[in-house]
């Protein structure tokens, strides 16, 4: 069945309307070497029944972590999703809803929101978070620009072993040069406190680290925040919120502004979105925080409800007062990481994160057993890096033939790192699973056929 309803007549009124003479007209300001000089190659028409198998047919040549073992990280983690994250989530009242441009006829959204900031800021030990952001790369870019609002500095200080997607976001945030990026090196695998405190003077807004860092280490939080403290400058931290079931919360060491990527709560890897960003600070920046604030409130009958108490963008302000152009909170994404934090509540987020740490530790040991040896001596939570004799993107792309996601080959964001192999292990990842991973690794660089 054709489900296109144009004929050639109604191009033809269509074409007049607009004053064309001819489709191609419409075409005339893309350059010839652009343009496809051939129909389409869309075949036969096809009914319903057929157009789905033929799409399930071609959705199954991609390689997704619920087919295929994967070990893959660097920012987005293959985490176990409970049931009751899609069956709340996927409610029409909050599945269809948008933006809430009219936020007091949308008071369960609001709420939503207002669970998700409440959780955020009792995960991160701040005192207020906003209603998310895009993503955790676009959430370090405004977290930067909020530092310099704060103390209107032109430096900051960034870790080399910050995540280097986001370390792109970063840049390209930035490219009108109104603010320069001091940057640390990666080689040791986490940011050297010495090297920080080289680079940090009284010019910088504010010192961005990310723990654990891209390599999976353990950053020392407490030396840097510190050097931040000693130039006056704000303490910009980027964390994986699974791991603050067993490590430190940033407020401990004196971050200022908590930003991540939200993901890995109950938002699965979906080829790379949607997700969210996370942002908490200290109550004394609310005013500078990016987005939205949700506020919780009486009425006249003394019911509580809720409503935006805060949105510094340009669409409701000034221009030149607005903290950003963030116009959308991924409200469905937040309300998806919030379900999931209330079903995992305070000791199931320490058990989770535990067996996270647990299975990577088992992996590195099992991995060195075979002579495949950790890149950096540093403490990680569940990733790290390994080096491999040979080049880690020959060795992955081996063992693609068993369905084997081995990890992330870093000579692609750095070339002198073609040997390293950025390792990730989550809860789902069963000691069977990580065994198999480690022989066929050690076969793969040890040559035999794998």
Not at 78 to 96: G, K, L, M, N, Q
Not at 349 to 361: E, N, P, V, W
Request: glycine share 8%.
């Amino acid at each position: 069945m054709d489900f296109i309803p144009h004929g050639d007549k109604e191009r033809e009124e269509m074409l007049r309307a607009v004053g064309a003479a001819s489709f191609d007209d419409l075409l005339a300001d893309i350059p010839e070497d652009l343009r496809l000089a051939r129909p389409l190659r869309l075949g036969p028409p096809l009914s319903e029944f057929e157009a789905r198998s033929r799409l399930a047919g071609l959705a199954g040549r991609n390689a997704s972590a619920d087919r295929w073992l994967s070990f893959l990280g660097g920012g987005a983690y293959d985490h176990f999703v409970p049931s009751v994250v899609d069956e709340i989530s996927s409610r029409a009242e909050f599945y269809t809803a948008y933006t809430p441009y009219q936020p007091e006829v949308s008071q369960g959204t609001l709420q939503s929101i207002y669970e998700f900031q409440s959780l955020i800021a009792r995960l991160t030990g701040m005192e207020i978070s906003n209603a998310s952001l895009y993503d955790g790369g676009t959430a370090i870019a405004e977290a930067v620009l909020m530092a310099n609002s704060i103390n209107g500095r032109k430096e900051i200080v960034a870790s080399g072993c910050l995540n280097p997607m986001k370390l792109a976001v970063l840049d390209t945030y930035l490219k009108s040069g109104r603010i320069t990026v001091r940057r640390t090196g990666w080689k040791a695998g986490a940011t050297d406190p010495d090297e920080v405190a080289a680079l940090a003077s009284d010019r910088t807004s504010c010192v961005v680290i990310e723990n654990p860092n891209f390599f999976g280490a353990v950053e020392d939080c407490r030396a840097i925040a510190e050097i931040a403290r000693k130039h006056g400058a704000l303490l910009v931290v980027s964390v994986d919120p699974i791991s603050l079931g067993i490590l430190a919360q940033p407020s401990e060491y004196g971050a200022d502004i908590v930003v991540g990527e939200g993901q890995a709560l109950g938002n699965y890897l979906a080829f790379g979105g949607p997700y969210l960003g996370f942002m908490a600070t200290r109550r004394e920046h609310i005013r500078r925080l990016p987005g939205r604030i949700v506020g919780r409130t009486v009425d006249k009958q003394g019911r509580t409800c809720f409503c935006l108490t805060l949105q510094t963008r340009e669409q409701h302000i000034r221009r030149e007062k607005a903290t950003s152009n963030i116009c959308s909170n991924q409200a469905l994404a937040a309300l998806r990481a919030a379900v999931y934090l209330c079903w995992l509540g305070k000791q199931g987020l320490a058990d989770l994160a535990t067996l996270c740490l647990s299975k990577a530790i088992y992996a590195r040991e099992a991995l060195a057993a075979r002579g495949i040896k950790p890149a950096f001596d540093k403490p990680c939570f569940k990733e790290f890096a390994v080096r491999l004799p040979v080049d880690a993107g020959t060795v992955a792309a081996r063992l693609l033939d068993q369905r084997v996601l081995a990890g992330l080959p870093l000579g692609r964001f750095y070339p002198e790192a073609r040997d390293l192999l950025l390792v990730t292990i989550t809860e789902k990842r069963t000691r069977a699973e990580i065994d198999r991973l480690a022989d066929a690794l050690g076969r793969s660089v040890r040559g035999e056929v794998v």
